[in-house]
């Protein structure tokens, strides 16, 4: 079980039905939480900005090649460490897949300490390569920008949520980098200096 501190969101993709089923009763049993399993690739741009997860998990099967776009969208678009799941085993795969941006990879997905461990280390790499907290340290960011816009624009946390996504949405950009601006404006706000548009893409009332 996992540490209560540690609890995660993941994001399961791909895979057959029956396979997304058996990795989605892995990790709940480990005391994560599954924010979503998909098998279209379609789709995952949506999932992915909407959802933050803190790690994703893709399935990889005969069709490796849907695996790596899916991978190739969620390193962009969701900015978390992407574990590729084998059911095959292909080693040209794993070296596009690394040079995609995956921190892990699993063989026995069934394997809970296996899959914890996986995780561990992929958070870790994660973290050194954004010279973050890891996943705690974007959602740290969000939540800091949120509370800026709740109290900026008198709204509840689930609309200033929306008001991040939507900008992310509307200028191609990562919620991160949108929270990232609303931070650093309101740092300048603060220090009496007014804010260049560019700087503060949330600062005017919202409509």
Do not use: W
């Not at 085993?89 to 690394?98: G, L, S, V, Y």
């Not at 929270?179 to 603060?190: G, I, K, N, T």
């Amino acid at each position: 079980m996992a540490d209560a501190a540690r609890k995660l969101r993941v994001l399961i993709l791909d895979g057959r039905e029956e396979r997304l089923r058996e990795v989605t009763a892995t990790v709940t049993s480990m005391g994560h939480e599954v924010i979503g399993t998909d098998t279209d690739l379609a789709t995952i741009h949506q999932v992915t900005i909407a959802e933050l997860p803190d790690v994703a998990l893709v399935i990889v099967g005969g069709d490796s090649r849907q695996g790596l776009e899916m991978i190739r969208t969620i390193v962009h678009e969701a900015a978390c460490p992407v574990i590729a799941i084998l059911d095959l085993q292909d080693r040209a795969f794993i070296d596009q897949a690394a040079r995609l941006g995956i921190f892990a990879f699993i063989v026995h997905a069934g394997d809970r300490q296996e899959m914890q461990s996986s995780i561990d280390i992929a958070l870790e790499r994660f973290a050194e390569y954004h010279a973050l907290e890891g996943a705690f340290g974007r959602r740290a960011v969000t939540e800091r920008a949120k509370g800026i816009l709740m109290e900026r624009h008198s709204v509840d946390e689930q609309h200033a949520f929306e008001l991040l996504r939507d900008h992310a949405r509307r200028t191609n950009r990562k919620i991160v980098d949108v929270a990232e601006s609303v931070l650093a404006s309101h740092r300048l706000l603060a220090s009496g200096k007014e804010p260049a548009l560019t700087d503060d893409p949330l600062g005017q009332q919202q409509g």
